[in-house]
């Protein structure tokens, strides 16, 4: 019998991507930059939230690129309303905003955004955020982790003084979950800490289970509320 051949290694699907945004030549200008990018591709436009929600359900992409400020519904709305819908759980959405202390941008990852970039972000971090959204990661600027800092240090939130929510953590995944605080990706956690972006990797997926938290985030905002890493490190 004459052996068959390997089948070919199945190609990986299409990063299929929505723009929102009220303005139709930064829609253009983002569909313009996915439409060079190899491996993605963008399955519709919005111009207000609504829209948006009607558009996610329509197309079902894997990431919303979604404005804040729109006239009708704004973006938080319908973040809230993708991100509670669980027909869509696969799609996760990706806030870009121009405003550095927006309250909406945190409450929107309050509500479920899976990053955070301001619409000045260079191409490559655009990217790599799509990748990451798309993969079930997170990638929040750096840029933007500081603004939300500033943000959420100025709100009279509950700080509890202790670190006791992270008495769960070993040493090492202290360590990890702060360098996320700081909005760094895996790779960059691997160089600071010495070790493998896979091992990175691993270990932000054990804290997420430990402390029951959504995403990425959701660990910055931890970080910062338990006091394991401060304003201006």
Do not use: W
Not at 76 to 91: F, Q
């Amino acid at each position: 019998m004459i052996p068959r051949p390997d089948a070919p290694a199945a190609a990986r699907r299409d990063t299929r991507v929505l723009l929102v945004d009220d303005q139709e030549l930064v829609r253009r200008g983002f569909a313009a930059l996915l439409a060079n990018e190899p491996g993605i591709e963008v399955v519709g436009e919005a111009g207000d939230g609504a829209q948006a929600i009607v558009e996610t359900r329509r197309t079902r992409p894997d990431v919303v690129l979604m404005d804040i400020r729109m006239p009708r519904m704004d973006g938080l709305d319908a973040t809230r309303a993708i991100c509670g819908d669980e027909r869509l759980s696969d799609t996760k959405v990706l806030v870009l905003t121009t405003f550095a202390l927006d309250e909406y941008v945190y409450e929107a990852l309050r509500v479920g955004a899976s990053g955070f970039l301001l619409k000045d972000t260079p191409p490559r971090l655009l990217l790599e955020a799509i990748a990451a959204a798309a993969d079930g990661d997170v990638l929040i600027s750096p840029a933007m982790t500081k603004r939300l800092v500033t943000d959420l240090v100025r709100r009279p939130i509950s700080r509890p003084g202790n670190s006791g929510p992270l008495d769960v953590l070993s040493e090492r995944e202290r360590e990890v979950l702060a360098e996320v605080a700081r909005g760094k990706t895996n790779s960059e956690i691997g160089e600071s800490l010495h070790m493998s972006p896979l091992t990175a990797k691993t270990h932000v997926s054990r804290i997420l289970g430990k402390l029951n938290a959504r995403d990425r985030a959701q660990l910055v905002i931890i970080g910062y509320e338990t006091g394991l890493v401060s304003p201006g490190e």
